[in-house]
């Protein structure tokens, strides 16, 4: 069976590995193109847009794909609300798989905001010296914040209008503790805003930020697309790709 993996994520290569090593299994990543030098898992890649839902719905249909598994970024929504409409459009069977989020714990201080313009909006009263980890996008929602300095990390430079006072730290996870501690050291950070990305290749900064005593922004996670299946693990997913393929009793007539 064709199964394609909307990737993009560690939790996607490792998908990958499980189902390229079955006999019965034909796996394709789907990457969108973002990262100069990206990660490859095994499998076949393609690289690139669909054009949409609909898009997405031919491209499964020209290639036969028997199940999608969405193992894109918690905060890549577009593409999950493609991948739930070009499953509906086509009948192919469609799995989320979210590593789950993070969870505060005794001595964090933290403040959930629901955008980066809400996260945006509560910093001024939070501090003057921002680490900024929400990515290279959206870094438009911080630049009218000019009494404030940003350490802004990224895996690629940052696009658009960005905050005027700013240093940029091109870099990927996993990072260490040690490494986090000495980040917020160097550069004076008082305030840390983050996604709720989740998984352990990035949480050592707010590990970092609580035993400095930092108040830490947090943005929510957009929802998952209604009706969709989630799994938090590769393993979970690969199980349940298992259970999708032609002839499986899950599997959905027509
Ligand atoms: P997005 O806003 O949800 O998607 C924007 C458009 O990019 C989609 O409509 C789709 O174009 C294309 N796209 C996104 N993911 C794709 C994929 N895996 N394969 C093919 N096309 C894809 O996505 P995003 O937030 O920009 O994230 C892009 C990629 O980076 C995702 O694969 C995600 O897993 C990864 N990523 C995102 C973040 C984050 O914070 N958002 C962090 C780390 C990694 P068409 O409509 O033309 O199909």
Same mark, same amino acid.
């Given at each position: ?34 990262? #100069? ?16 839902? %609909? ?10 794909? #028997?199940?999608? =598994? ?12 493609? @991948? ?19 969870? @505060? ?19 001024? #009263? ?19 914040? %000019? ?70 922004? =947090?943005?929510?996670?957009?929802? =998952? ?9 590769? %393993?979970?997913? #690969? ?16």
């Amino acid at each position: 069976m064709h199964v394609l993996v909307l990737g993009g994520t560690a939790e996607a290569r490792r998908l990958a590995e499980l189902l390229t090593a079955r006999p019965d299994t034909r796996v394709t990543t789907s990457l969108a193109g973002r990262v #100069a030098a990206p990660r490859t898992p095994p499998g076949a890649l393609r690289i690139g847009g669909f054009g949409g839902a %609909e898009g997405l719905a031919g491209w499964l249909r020209a290639h036969a794909v #028997a199940a999608v =598994v969405d193992a894109t970024h918690p905060f890549a929504d577009t593409i999950s609300r493609n @991948a739930a409409h070009a499953a509906a459009l086509t009948g192919v069977p469609l799995l989320v798989l979210r590593r789950p989020g993070w969870a @505060a714990v005794a001595g964090d201080d933290w403040r959930e905001a629901g955008s980066l313009a809400q996260a945006a909006a509560l910093l001024p #009263a939070l501090g003057r010296r921002v680490f900024l980890t929400t990515g290279r996008m959206g870094l438009a929602a911080f630049a009218n914040l %000019e009494e404030l300095w940003f350490l802004v990390r990224s895996v690629e430079p940052p696009e658009g209008p960005c905050p005027a006072r700013r240093e940029v730290l091109l870099d990927r996870g996993p990072f260490t503790l040690d490494g986090e501690r000495e980040l917020l050291r160097r550069h004076r950070v008082d305030v840390l805003v983050t996604k709720d990305s989740g998984g352990a290749a990035t949480a050592p900064k707010l590990t970092a930020a609580r035993e400095a005593g930092l108040p830490v922004v =947090v943005v929510r996670r957009p929802p =998952v697309p209604d009706g969709v299946p989630v799994v938090t693990g590769p %393993e979970a997913a #690969a199980r349940w790709v298992g259970l999708s393929g032609p002839g499986r009793p899950e599997f959905p007539p027509g």
